[in-house]
């Protein structure tokens, strides 16, 4: 059994150890510092000329207005207006244009706000802007994530003139990194009109990702780069592209071998974006941060997922921990705990003993300091892995499974695996299977095949998703998921969930279908007038349905006697 051993006993609260960790914590930064960052790509860019559209009553909207108006293009669109005698009460001479409006449709980003409005009995009016100052006691654009160019400061003052401070430097061309990419052909999203994993578009915070059939579209603009989709999206058909996964696993290694050189212990890797860097920062200045925490600043806490995790316990963490803070969308910590809990039962599952893997959720320093002393401290591989994070996340999860299980202390065959969990396996009824092949079609990862030549329904464990399209497909309402991880080297190859005998064509004797697909079509068509007299057309090919269907009456009648005189 490989276990992970100590050279000579320490406690979480040596202070020999203790001292040790924070020298192998300062060498493991400077590791960190020398990793080359990522090439920048592929951008998005913004074009503004400061058309600000100003939104609240008039009480607010109109002083606000009056210190952008020097600055910028101003519009007012004054929200509280239902007639004339408030605009008739205001009679200053004004450089710009104040509207009246009862309604308000506010969409766009940066550069490109489309505006609709609706005054008292007039038709809707249009326009587009390129700054949006909301001061409304709701905003008009409820997202968590703003879009750029959009501020909704609240009724605060210093906010406020925060805001219009903001809005006045934005002027200009301006281009930021386009932080995902997205695999088509690898999406569950849907096939055939039928829906299956909406993982991305639930816990997009700044509503850029939508349905857009089989497919999701995302708009490039909106996306804030937090990753999440990339973390929830169980195929890897949504990829983190800035910066890349195998950039983020390289400064993981980095941080982890140094510290193990340096001779520290139980190493836990702390995920943060700004907010809990400012945090821990005001922790540090009082050395309140543990010495065996390493932190890992990213772009967004969310924007990594079990993939990245598993492989950091591959390479010897003890543990890792994300630290979300109160301006983190709900949902992004909610699904951080799901793919956490999918990621301990993998853990306890192969018996490497502990917590592994925890969320922190933390609002000030005060707050994360004792958190940061509850971290988790969980058995590691005996050796370390020697695998690199690849761009897929599916190969990763890969190589962290397999390395994972080759050095558990309990080998096991099978793990059980929560609801939602990107693998499985799938439990067919065979009494109401048709072997239509439907499931076939729409499974986007060919974790579902079929018998080519044989009325087989084939199934490779390793593939699956676990989307639920095949379920949702089914015309019959034959097919299960079953969330688990199979760890036997049968996951890896194709197993025949339902077979039968093949239906012959009572004309030219070519195997075409199955028994039970031609009896319930049978069954279904029975009464359609298309078929009405020639039901025996439907024990045919589709070759000889037609050239059925071109006889003449009387030649067909001979033939299917001819036909019936030889079966």
């Known amino acids: 059994m490989n276990i992970r051993l100590l050279d000579t006993p320490t406690t979480p609260d040596d202070p020999r150890q203790e001292a040790l960790d924070r020298a192998a914590r300062r060498a493991a930064l400077a590791a960190l510092a020398t990793v080359p960052l990522p090439e920048l790509l592929d951008t998005v860019g913004y074009r503004s000329a400061g058309r600000t559209l100003v939104v609240g009553t008039r009480a607010d909207a109109l002083p606000w207005a009056e210190r952008l108006a020097p600055l910028l293009p101003v519009t007012v669109l004054a929200l509280d207006d239902d007639d004339v005698a408030a605009t008739a009460a205001d009679d200053k001479v004004r450089l710009y244009p104040v509207i009246a409006a009862r309604a308000l449709v506010l969409t766009g980003w940066l550069g490109a706000f489309e505006a609709t409005w609706q005054a008292r009995g007039a038709a809707p009016e249009h326009a587009r802007f390129d700054l949006v100052l ?22 605060d003052p210093v906010a406020r ?9 934005m002027t200009g061309e301006f281009e930021k990194p386009k932080y995902f990419a997205y695999k088509e052909s690898l999406c569950a999203h849907g096939r055939n009109r039928k829906t299956g994993c909406t993982a991305c578009v639930d816990i997009c915070s700044a509503g850029a990702i939508a349905d857009a059939g089989d497919l999701v579209a995302v708009n490039p603009y909106l996306c804030a780069g937090c990753g999440a989709c990339t973390t929830v999206c169980p195929s890897g058909a949504m990829r983190y592209a800035y910066p890349g996964a195998p950039q983020t696993g390289a400064r993981i290694r980095a941080l982890l071998s140094a510290y193990a050189q340096a001779g520290g212990r139980d190493p836990v890797l702390l995920v ?13 200045a009082n050395d309140a941060v543990p010495g065996r925490v390493l932190p890992l600043g990213v772009h967004h806490a969310a924007s990594t997922g079990i993939d990245v995790w598993l492989a950091a316990l591959a390479w010897g963490a003890a543990g890792v921990a994300v630290l979300t803070t109160s301006g ?5 910590a909610d699904a951080l705990d799901e793919q956490m809990t999918v990621a301990q039962t993998i853990m306890t599952g192969l018996g490497y003993a502990g917590a592994h893997v925890h969320l922190v959720r933390a609002h000030d320093a005060a707050g994360l300091a004792p958190a940061l002393q509850r971290l988790p401290r969980g058995d590691v591989p005996a050796r370390r892995a020697g695998f690199h994070v690849a761009a897929d996340k599916r190969n990763t999860l890969d190589y962290a499974l397999e390395h994972l299980l080759r050095e558990a ?12 969990s990107p693998y499985g396996t799938l439990a067919v009824d065979t009494a109401a299977c048709s072997l239509c092949m439907a499931c076939v079609g729409a499974c986007p990862a060919s974790a579902l095949q079929d018998g080519q030549n044989a009325p087989q329904l084939r199934f490779i464990e390793k593939n699956c998703v676990q989307c639920g399209l095949c379920a949702n497909t089914c015309p019959e309402d034959a097919i299960r998921l079953v969330p688990r991880l199979s760890l036997q080297p049968a996951r890896k190859q194709p197993v025949v969930l339902n077979e039968t005998q093949p239906f012959h064509c009572i004309r030219c004797d070519k195997p075409f279908g199955t028994l039970r697909m031609v009896e319930s079509m049978l069954a279904r068509l029975a009464g359609h007038p298309a078929f009405a007299g020639h039901l025996d057309r439907m024990r045919m090919c589709g070759d000889c349905r037609v050239i059925d269907m071109m006889m003449p009456e009387g030649e067909q009648t001979i033939h299917q006697a001819h036909e019936l005189r030889r079966r």
């Not at 909301?134 to 009724?155: C, F, N, S």
């Not at 943060?272 to 540090?284: F, M, N, Q």
């Open 409 to 420: 202390p309990q080998p096991v065959d099978e793990i059980a695996l929560p609801a939602g």
């Open 161 to 169: 003139a925060a805001a219009v401070e903001t809005l006045a430097d």
């Open 134 to 155: 909301d001061l409304g006691a709701a905003p008009q654009i409820a997202t968590h994530q703003r879009p750029h160019g959009y501020v909704a400061p609240g009724t």
């Open 272 to 284: 943060h974006g700004a907010e809990g860097a400012v945090l821990l920062d005001a922790l540090d």
């Open 328 to 332: 983190d969308a709900p949902q992004y």
